[in-house]
C-alpha cells in the first residue's frame, strides 16, 4: 500500500551488503513507494548519520529519517547493538526501526523487538516477494508494519 501522500518517505538504510540495498531500493521503486533511502553500510556510521556528526552535518544533504530499516549481522557494531544505542536516546526513541534481515531465528526476532525494533522482516529469496513486502512500508498498522 503506497503512502497518501505525495512527500517521499525518509528511510535510513543500515545495510552492509551493497548488493541488498540495491534490491531494496528497486524493490520500493518496483512498489511504487514514494522513498528517499539515505544507506550507510555499519551501525557505527549509522549513529554519526542521526547524530549529524562529520559530513552528515548537513541536514539538507542528509536530513534525519522516518524511519530505518536495519540489517542485524553487521560488522564492528551489530543491529542489536545498534537498537540499544538508539532507544537510550531520547530525540530517537520514537523513530520506528524495521529490522530486516536473513535471520530467521525466533531468539533473534524476540530480541529485536525487545531492544526495541518497530517490525522484524526475513530478507525474502524472490524479488517479487520483496516488492510485495517494501510495499506496506509507508503505512504502519497499529505502530507496526507489516
Known amino acids: 500500500m503506497a503512502r497518501k501522500d505525495a512527500k517521499p518517505l525518509l528511510i535510513l538504510h543500515v545495510e552492509d551488503d551493497e548488493n541488498d540495498a540495491i534490491l531494496f531500493q528497486k524493490a520500493c521503486e518496483r512498489a511504487g513507494l514514494p522513498a528517499q533511502t539515505f544507506r ?15 559530513i552528515y552535518a548537513d541536514r539538507a544533504r542528509y536530513p ?12 564492528r557494531m551489530d543491529g542489536f547493538e545498534f537498537l540499544k544505542w538508539l532507544r537510550q536516546h531520547e530525540a530517537f526513541a520514537a523513530l520506528p526501526v524495521l529490522v530486516f534481515t536473513a535471520s530467521i531465528s525466533r531468539e533473534d526476532k524476540s530480541r529485536a523487538l525487545a531492544e526495541g525494533a518497530n517490525s522484524f522482516f526475513i530478507k525474502p529469496a524472490s524479488f517479487d516477494a520483496l516488492v510485495k513486502m517494501v510495499a506496506g512500508f509507508g503505512v504502519p498498522n497499529e505502530g507496526r508494519w507489516n
Open 40 to 54: 550507510v553500510e555499519a551501525a557505527d556510521i549509522a549513529k554519526a548519520y542521526l547524530l549529524g556528526e562529520g
Open 64 to 75: 534525519l529519517p522516518q524511519i530505518v530499516v536495519l540489517d542485524l549481522k553487521m560488522p
